[in-house]
C-alpha cells in the first residue's frame, strides 16, 4: 500500500481509518494537552485489548473457540525493533538534509544571491500575518485535511483545474518577468 493510493481513496476503509483516526487526535490536541490527549489514547488501546482478551477467554470457556487462538497472538509475534542498519542507513540522508538546509539559509542570510534573499525575506513577511491568522496546530489539521481531499478532487476534475492553473502561471510568469526587469542582476553589473 503506497501514499499515493492512500490519498487517492483506493482503498476507502483503509484511507477513512487514517484520515479520521489522526484528524481527531490533531483537534483532540488543539483542545487538551499532549499528555492528556497520549494518555486517553493509550487507555483506549489499553481498553480495546482487555475487551478483546475478555471475548477471547469467554468465547473459549464457551467451547466456541479454539484455546490459544488469540486474535492478538498476531501483533504479538510482530516485530518491534528498528534494525541498526536501517538507522545506519538513514543517518546519512538526514545529516546531508540537515547540511543542505543549513547552507540555504547561510546563502539567503549573507544576500549571496539579491533575489533569492529578498524571495526569502517576503516569504517571512507572508508567514508573519499567517502566523498572527492560525497556530501551527491549525495549519497541520488544515494540510492533513487538504493532503487527503485535493488529490481526489484533482484526479475528479484535472482538465478544468490544469487549464486555471495554466491561466494563473502565464500571469505569474508575466508579473515575474516585470519584477525581474526592475531588480539589478550583479552578474550583469560585473560583465559591464
Known amino acids: 500500500m503506497s501514499l499515493a493510493s492512500v490519498v487517492y481513496w483506493e482503498d476507502p476503509v483503509l484511507s477513512g481509518a487514517l484520515f479520521g483516526s489522526v484528524l481527531v487526535t490533531l483537534v483532540?490536541?488543539?483542545?487538551?494537552?499532549?499528555?492528556?490527549?497520549?494518555?486517553?489514547?493509550?487507555?483506549?488501546?489499553?481498553?480495546?485489548v482487555i475487551l478483546v482478551k475478555i471475548y477471547s477467554y469467554v468465547m473459549v470457556m464457551l467451547k466456541k473457540a479454539e484455546p490459544g487462538c488469540d486474535p492478538l497472538d498476531m501483533i504479538a509475534g510482530m516485530p518491534i525493533t528498528i534494525p541498526t542498519e536501517t538507522i545506519s542507513e538513514l543517518s546519512p540522508a538526514v545529516a546531508d538534509s540537515i547540511n543542505c538546509t543549513v547552507s540555504e539559509l547561510r546563502r539567503l542570510l549573507l544576500v549571496e544571491n539579491m533575489v533569492d534573499t529578498i524571495k526569502f525575506g517576503l516569504s517571512l513577511w507572508l508567514?508573519?500575518?499567517?502566523?498572527?491568522w492560525f497556530n501551527a496546530l491549525t495549519l497541520i489539521i488544515l494540510a492533513w485535511i487538504v493532503a487527503f481531499t485535493l488529490p481526489k478532487v484533482y484526479l475528479n476534475n484535472q482538465a478544468p483545474i490544469d487549464e486555471a492553473l495554466?491561466?494563473?502561471?502565464?500571469?505569474?510568469?508575466?508579473?515575474?518577468?516585470?519584477?525581474?526587469a526592475l531588480i539589478p542582476n550583479k552578474s550583469a553589473e560585473k560583465k559591464e
Open 28 to 48: 483532540s490536541l488543539s483542545y487538551y494537552s499532549l499528555i492528556t490527549v497520549v494518555s486517553y489514547l493509550a487507555l483506549t488501546l489499553l481498553a480495546l
Open 127 to 132: 508567514l508573519t500575518y499567517v502566523g498572527s
Open 166 to 180: 495554466a491561466k494563473v502561471m502565464a500571469q505569474v510568469d508575466e508579473v515575474k518577468g516585470k519584477v525581474m
